[in-house]
């Protein structure tokens, strides 16, 4: 999107295709070159993907039509010859952030086409490239790239002048439709909030409705794409409700027949009636309880069935799935994908030999140790340091995400309440009081994780909590809230 709106801005003629998750399948596809050919296309310029696009830019080239690859992916053994290939992976680019996700390289590429036309006396020289900063910050979050340096400046930015009421429209919208004061937006509003509501589209119908959000000039115009979005957003996660419960149950089944010491690595499972625009969020949920590498499968077109990965510390699941294909060529029909995450695609009759596979080699090459969730914290806080002055100096470090997480203290807590709360009755919500504390410093500590695995403590009973301090704000009212990781 923020390269559409680039090269509109300054006149170009452009067209963009998202390829649609269930007939397209990811990527530059052959079949997409000649949609593009068909709508009179003699460029294609990549976003976000490419890299493996082998017969896509081949064809390309057959047709005459110039490829410009930009992608962020981890490149395979072989690479595509388009135009121009870029990307910070690539093993010749000396470009020092490899963590720029694939807005960030769009964004850079357009900047540099930008100095290059001003330098040509094309256009003015009038700074423009702030006004896209928006779009990289919510995209980098998103995409949960590791937060170093590079990114946090970005994603800062971004948030500075989102703050100042300078978003796009869209994103306006968006906010408004999600409840966000712009003034007080975070990166966590990005990942919770903001994004899943954009990627609702892409999950379930078209992405194209998110990037025509984005796209808006207007509020009027943006609000009821917004509001359609977020009635998607509550759709897709009625669809992973619904995928969680039976991929849980798989795995229970699984665990009954094994012994606890002979559990798998891995998880990987075939929902036969899941939705494959959401079995990204299956992994990422059954990764988070499990602690183990996870893949789910749902149907796709045209004969495979379509596989999203998550996976842990120390094992890289692209690599992983990457050395399965070299060494049983046909069992894979394509992949791709980074350390943490990975999407794969299976002829249909294939799963169960690959899971199979995947068993074997996790057995063989995951150290059970990497199973084994270490958490390590920063220590215990001080009860009078649980205040919102605290709270907003740990705010203003940010942003936080992975690889850059925010502070996440322990301490011991009386419990003056508890009980469960949501939709799905899964939200754990306490009012604590440190103990050895004035009996007026009561907190509300909240668990947002999917699962039940933290028990419900008793009321009187004393807590080991692991914790990071936020803001809640509601209708204008803030205090602090504790965010509970787990009950030790």
């Known amino acids: 999107m923020l390269l559409v709106h680039f090269i509109r801005r300054f006149g170009g003629n452009v067209r963009f295709l998202i390829p649609d998750r269930v007939q397209d399948g990811y990527g530059l596809s052959p079949a997409l070159v000649d949609r593009a050919l068909a709508c009179g296309s003699r460029l294609i310029v990549t976003v976000d993907n490419g890299i493996a696009a082998l017969s896509g830019v081949r064809r390309a080239r057959e047709l005459d039509i110039h490829v410009v690859v930009t992608d962020h992916h981890l490149p395979g053994t072989e690479l595509p010859e388009p135009y121009a290939l870029v990307n910070p992976n690539h093993p010749d680019c000396p470009f020092p952030f490899k963590s720029t996700c694939g807005v960030g390289v769009a964004w850079y590429l357009a900047g540099v086409t930008w100095r290059v036309m001003v330098d040509a006396g094309a256009i003015p020289d009038t700074p423009v490239m702030q006004e896209y900063l928006d779009l990289v910050a919510l995209g980098t979050v998103a995409d949960v790239v590791p937060l170093e340096r590079n990114n946090r400046f970005l994603v800062r930015a971004g948030l500075r002048r989102m703050r100042r009421g300078l978003a796009r429209p869209g994103l306006q919208a968006l906010m408004r439709v999600c409840g966000i004061e712009e003034s007080t937006l975070t990166e966590q509003d990005f990942g919770f909030r903001l994004a899943p509501r954009l990627n609702a589209a892409g999950r379930l119908e078209d992405m194209a409705v998110g990037v025509n959000l984005l796209l808006a000039d207007d509020l009027d115009t943006a609000l009821p794409i917004a509001s359609a979005l ?210 007026s410093a009561a907190l509300v500590a909240v668990t947002f994780r999917r699962d039940t695995e933290i028990p419900d403590p008793e009321e009187g009973s004393t807590v080991r909590l692991a914790y990071s301090l936020d803001i809640n704000r509601f209708r204008g009212d803030e205090s602090v809230q504790l965010m509970v990781r787990t009950v030790i």
């Open 230 to 439: 977020d009635v998607l957003n509550k759709d897709r996660r009625e669809i992973e409700q619904g995928m969680l419960a039976q991929a849980e149950d798989a795995v229970a089944r699984v665990q009954s027949l094994c012994r606890a010491d002979d559990e798998p690595a891995m998880l990987c499972i075939l929902d036969p009636d899941g939705h494959e625009g959401v079995v990204g969020l299956v992994a990422g949920r059954l990764r988070e309880r499990y602690h183990k590498p996870s893949i789910v499968f749902a149907p796709g077109a045209h004969g495979l069935i379509k596989g999203s990965a998550r996976s842990v510390d120390g094992v890289h699941i692209r690599d992983f799935i990457a050395d399965i294909a070299a060494e049983h060529p046909g069992l894979i029909h394509a992949f791709g994908g980074h350390a943490m995450a990975a999407g794969l695609s299976l002829p249909e009759g294939h799963f169960e030999r690959f899971a199979e596979i995947c068993a074997e080699r996790a057995r063989r090459t995951i150290a059970p140790e990497l199973l084994c969730e270490t958490i390590l914290t920063d220590g215990e806080v001080a009860p009078e340091y649980l205040n919102m002055t605290f709270a907003q100096h740990i705010v203003d470090a940010g942003p936080w995400g992975n690889g850059f997480p925010p502070p996440l203290f322990e301490g011991e807590f009386t419990v003056l309440e508890s009980k469960r709360v949501g939709a799905d009755g899964k939200t754990l919500r306490m009012r604590v009081r440190p103990v050895n504390s004035r009996p």
